[in-house]
C-alpha cells in the first residue's frame, strides 16, 4: 500500500513540475520564429526591454543543427580597452555593448583578427541564438559549420541614459546669465562715472 502510494505521489509531482519546466524553457527563450526571415520572429519580453530595436536590426534567420537563429551584421564604433568592450552599431537598429572575451578572434573580410585589433568601421555579423539572448560569433569564415563563440551582450550605456527622467531646469542659467548682464551694467556704469 505504501508504494502505491509513494508511485502516486511521485507521478503527482510530475504531472505537477511538468508545466513550470515547460514555463522556464519558455523565459529562457530569446525568441520564436516560424519561418527563416525576419518577420516570422517573435521577439521574447526580455529581449525587447534590453534591446528595443532588436526586431528592425534582424538581417536574416537562419538554421543550424535543428537551432534557429538570427543574424545581425554592424559596424564597429568602438574597441574599449583592447577588446574589453566592442560597441557595435546594428544596421537599422542603434548601439549595442559586447564583452568578448580577450583571448576571442573575429573574421573581418575573411581575415582571421584579434578582438584586440580590431579597428572602429570594422563589418561584424554575429547570430542571436533561440534559446540565449547573447551574440554569437563564428570562429572560422564558414559560417553554416563554424562553432559559435558566444559573447555576452551588456545593456548600451546610450540606451541607459535615454530612460533617465529629465528633471534639470533651465532655469538656474537664466538667472545666472541674468546676475552676469547686472554685473557688468554695474561695471560699465562705474567706469562712465570715474570718466
Keep these: 500500500m505504501s508504494i502505491r502510494i509513494m508511485r502516486m505521489l511521485s507521478a503527482a509531482c510530475l504531472i505537477a513540475l511538468a508545466p513550470a519546466a515547460n514555463a522556464q524553457t519558455k523565459v529562457d527563450q530569446s525568441f520564436t520564429a516560424v519561418a527563416n526571415d525576419c518577420s516570422s520572429v517573435t521577439w521574447s519580453e526580455k529581449a525587447l526591454a534590453t534591446y528595443?530595436?532588436?526586431?528592425?536590426?534582424?538581417?536574416?534567420v537562419e538554421e543550424r543543427n535543428g537551432r534557429k537563429y538570427v543574424k545581425f551584421s554592424g559596424t564597429l564604433d568602438r574597441n574599449v580597452n583592447r577588446g574589453q568592450q566592442l560597441v557595435v552599431n546594428f544596421k537599422d537598429?542603434?548601439?549595442?555593448?559586447?564583452?568578448?572575451?580577450?583571448?576571442?578572434?573575429?573574421?573581418?573580410?575573411?581575415?582571421?583578427?584579434?578582438?584586440?585589433?580590431?579597428?572602429r568601421g570594422s563589418e561584424?555579423?554575429?547570430?542571436?541564438?533561440?534559446?540565449?539572448?547573447?551574440?554569437?560569433?563564428?570562429?572560422t569564415p564558414e559560417v553554416q559549420t563554424a562553432r559559435l563563440i558566444i559573447v555576452p551582450i551588456v545593456v548600451r550605456e546610450e540606451q541607459q541614459m535615454a530612460s533617465l527622467p529629465s528633471t534639470a531646469s533651465p532655469l538656474p542659467l537664466v538667472a545666472l546669465s541674468g546676475l552676469l548682464t547686472l554685473g557688468l551694467g554695474g561695471l560699465l556704469t562705474m567706469i562712465r562715472r570715474r570718466r
Excluded: H, M, W
Excluded at 52 to 60: D, F, H, K, N, Y
Excluded at 98 to 113: D, I, Q
Excluded at 124 to 139: C, S
Design 93 to 119: 537598429g542603434g548601439k549595442v555593448t559586447l564583452t568578448p572575451p580577450p583571448e576571442a578572434s573575429f573574421y573581418v573580410n575573411g581575415k582571421k583578427t584579434s578582438v584586440a585589433e580590431l579597428q
Design 124 to 139: 561584424l555579423n554575429f547570430y542571436i541564438a533561440e534559446d540565449r539572448l547573447a551574440a554569437q560569433f563564428p570562429e
Design 52 to 60: 528595443p530595436t532588436i526586431a528592425s536590426a534582424c538581417q536574416g
